[in-house]
Structure formats: structure tokens, C-alpha cells
């Protein structure tokens, strides 16, 4: 499927990462990109988190008008998410790694241990969410 999004049209779901410095906050980031890939970024993209706590009005906007929101953050932290409500911005749907996906957090930032188990909830999620 091709990940190109149709330009001046938002994706119908903006995600949202923490890339946090651990494990998990890593694995959050690779989970989102591969469900992009896998449903087009015209249908699930992932959008700037640095871009909504910095308030790029361009970025903010984009945020906005996406049908569905959806936060992945590495811990029960949830910086992703908090920055969001921070500035208006409610997720429809928040992933927290090491909660929904059971995978203890460590700094190892190269350790993928449970990265399938990420993925794979959070394409369920995209997917109920694109229905
Ligand atoms: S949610 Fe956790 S892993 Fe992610 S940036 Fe915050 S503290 Fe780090």
C-alpha cells in the first residue's frame, strides 16, 4: 500500500508518539511508523508531537482536523498524551506501552524485545478506528 498522502488532505487519524529515551518510548515511534506503512499515511499518518508543544500554528491546525487522534507513549508517563490535552487536543484513542502491551521499560533504546506485540496492538487500534 503506498504511504503517500494525498496533498492539501489530512489523514483521516493523526498519531502521536513520545519517542521517548527508553525501550518502549522507541518502540512506540516504530509501531506507529509501520502502521502508517501498512494503512497509507493518506489514512493513519504521524504527526509532530515537538510540533504541538512548540505550537507550530501549521502543525496545530493539522492536529485539529483529524477525524481521530491517537497517542502512543512508552510509559505510564504519557507525555505524548499530556502534551496533547495540554494544548486542546484529545486523543481519541491512548496506547501505553507498557501497560497495554505488558513490556517493562529499560534505557536500552536498541532493545526490540515485545516490538511485535506493539505493532500488532497498535494496528488493531488504527484498524477499528479506520472502520
Ligand atoms: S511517556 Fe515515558 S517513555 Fe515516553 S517520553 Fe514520557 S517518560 Fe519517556
Do not use: W, Y
Not at 522507541?26 to 502502521?35: E, F, R, T
Not at 501498512?38 to 512548540?54: N, Q, T, W
Request: aromatic share 2%; proline share 2%.
Amino acid at each position: 500500500m503506498s504511504s503517500k498522502r494525498i496533498e492539501g488532505k489530512p489523514s483521516r487519524i493523526g498519531m502521536f508518539s513520545c519517542a521517548g529515551g527508553s525501550n518502549t518510548g522507541q518502540m512506540s515511534l516504530k509501531a506507529v511508523v509501520a502502521a502508517s506503512e501498512k494503512f497509507g499515511s493518506d489514512r493513519a499518518s504521524l504527526i509532530c508531537l515537538a510540533g504541538i508543544s512548540s505550537q507550530i500554528p501549521g502543525i496545530v491546525k493539522g492536529a485539529k482536523e483529524r477525524e481521530h487522534i491517537l497517542s502512543a507513549d512508552g510509559c505510564e508517563t504519557q507525555c505524548a498524551s499530556k502534551t496533547l490535552k495540554k494544548f486542546g487536543i484529545q486523543p481519541t484513542k491512548e496506547i501505553v506501552v507498557t501497560r497495554d502491551c505488558g513490556i517493562e521499560k529499560n534505557h536500552d533504546l536498541s532493545d526490540e524485545s515485545g516490538l511485535e506485540t506493539v505493532r500488532t496492538k497498535i494496528e488493531e487500534e488504527v484498524a477499528r478506528l479506520v472502520k
